[in-house]
């Protein structure tokens, strides 16, 4: 499986054709065809490209909602 740096992960940001990749608790998650993720923002709050481990905690929904998006690598989590 992939590893992502923080760089690497960065570029994945979902604008401009790019694709749309967040981390959370150290897995790499592709968003990208997730319409809820459109142009790599999600409610206009999160940005694609980013770790989101310690955002989802204020969500009204848990990490469930990520069961619906492919792993595709890992994010070492500092």
Not at 17 to 28: E, H, L, Q, R, W
Request: a negative charge; hydrophobic letters at 35%; proline letters at 4%.
């Amino acid at each position: 499986m992939r590893r992502f740096n923080e760089k690497e992960l960065a570029r994945c940001n979902g604008e401009a054709g790019a694709s749309a990749f967040i981390a959370y608790k150290g897995n790499v998650y592709d968003v990208s065809r997730n319409f809820l993720w459109q142009g790599g923002r999600h409610f206009r709050i999160h940005t694609a490209g980013s770790d989101l481990t310690h955002c989802l905690d204020l969500a009204p929904h848990g990490e469930e909602m990520l069961e619906r998006c492919p792993v595709i690598g890992e994010f070492p989590e500092e």
